[in-house]
């Protein structure tokens, strides 16, 4: 069974740091991409970031770029988000999520529980 | 980037009654659409992708069609655990986006 759990959320001030991490078991890690997906209070599903198996491509939605950087780290199953200059509009339910199928990529098969990240000062 | 309308917002049904969800892409996105269910409280659950191929272990009364800019997912037999927020997705082209969903009440 596909199991992914999210960590390192929390609260901070704006313009301040944070690296979540996500582990991933039960499947073929380096096999897949992974991606970062959010949701703000109250509010709809954000895709925030891409990373492909061999780290080859990665891609971060507009609101993010320069300032969010996604890695992972195939030999620990896990993958990573460095989040600088947060932004009170970055606060939101962070959810690390699984391609359904390889060759199917984007359709976000597995999701972790979420970790919450709220901005504040 | 490409926008991701669906219809309707909300929207009340009864035990047994057959709904369908529209969701409408501004430019194609040929058959890379995905549909997600959401509970309060809970990540998302993929119900569809590629358009119309159901997940696995997702129950049939569930479907989903369509193709470029106009897709559909229909729930034939309503069920009291199909109360949620639906969403779909398109996956043709980076940004990916969302629907702004579409709350089901039962």
């Known amino acids: 069974e596909v199991h992914l759990v999210e960590s390192g959320g929390g609260q901070v001030k704006p313009g301040e740091s944070l690296r979540l991490s996500c582990a991933g078991s039960?499947?073929?890690?380096?096999?897949?991409?992974m991606n970062w997906v959010r949701q703000a209070p109250g509010k709809g599903l954000e895709w925030v970031s891409s990373?492909?198996?061999?780290?080859?491509?990665?891609y971060y939605a507009d609101s993010v770029k320069s300032r969010f950087t996604i890695s992972r780290d195939n030999a620990r199953n896990s993958m990573y988000l460095q989040m600088d200059s947060l932004r009170a509009e970055d606060t939101a339910v962070y959810f690390c999520?699984?391609?359904?199928?390889?060759?199917?990529?984007?359709?976000?098969?597995?999701w972790g529980q979420g970790i919450p990240v709220t901005v504040s000062s | 980037d490409i926008q991701m309308t669906q219809s309707p917002s909300s929207v009340s049904a009864s035990v047994g009654d057959r709904v369908t969800i529209t969701c409408r892409a501004s430019q194609s996105v040929i058959t890379w659409l995905a549909w997600y269910q959401q509970s309060p409280g809970k990540p998302p659950k993929l119900l569809i992708y590629s358009a119309s191929t159901l997940h696995t272990g997702v129950p049939s009364r569930f479907s989903a069609s369509g193709s470029g800019t106009d897709f559909s997912l229909t729930i034939s037999s309503l069920q009291p655990e199909d109360s949620a927020t639906y969403y779909c997705q398109q996956a043709n082209t980076f940004p990916y986006t969302f629907g702004q969903g579409t709350r089901l009440e039962i």
């Open positions: 999520v699984k391609d359904v199928v390889r060759g199917v990529i984007g359709s976000f098969g597995s």
């Open positions: 039960g499947f073929d890690f380096n096999l897949y991409t």
């Open positions: 990373i492909s198996s061999n780290s080859n491509y990665i």
